[in-house]
């Protein structure tokens, strides 16, 4: 479990010139998506294609919800090669995903590692009808009880009550979570070579929140 430490840490202190640079970048590509004027099909040509053939050198490492209103590349106006890409329901954590994270900073040394939660998402709403409700959640799902439940305490904990609350709570906390797990992460930041930024997809404008950094533009 991460502790306040790593969660003070995510709210204030990692960031990197890169990663700033980074996100400011994916920042610009969000609000090209969000005035409608996106750029056809960037970095979708056969030439880029070619180009990377054999190799890829991506800026960042974006975590975030599998919700079919939240595609990584088309909400940041993103294309081939731009973001090695992980997600989960709820943006929850696993050996699978944890492992993943750290092959994109270590193997391919992404500047950045983003954690995008969203608005409404079908997770939150579940765990929190668990919880009030005492309705189950099927399979494998213990997981998102789990790991989503923990940050809506959290949330509960620090007097934040609303939906929108627990969301942000939880994508904070999952970076924090991250930092936590992760020795190589934790060095990367440590040393310099990787910043984390936090965000929150709003699926009713498409804009994206920053939840832990000024906004870089
Ligand atoms: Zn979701």
Known sequence: MSTSADQDTIRTAARTQASDAVLAEL??????????????????????????????????????CSDSRVPTEIIFDQGLGDIFTVRTAGEILDTAVMASLDFAVEGLKVPLLFVVGHENCGTIAATKRTLEHNVPLGGAQSIILEQV???????????????????????????????????VINDAVRTGRLGIAVGRYLVSTGEVELLNSADPK
């Open 27 to 64: 920042m610009t590509g969000n609000a090209r998506f969000v005035s409608g004027t996106a750029q056809q099909h960037p970095h979708q040509d056969a030439a880029r294609r070619h180009e990377l053939s054999s190799v890829q050198h991506p800026q960042t490492v974006v975590l975030s």
């Open 149 to 183: 439940g923990l940050s809506i305490r959290t949330s509960l904990n620090n007097g934040l009550t609303t939906t929108d609350d627990f969301e942000r709570t939880h994508a904070l906390r999952i970076a924090a979570e991250i930092l936590a797990r992760s020795r």
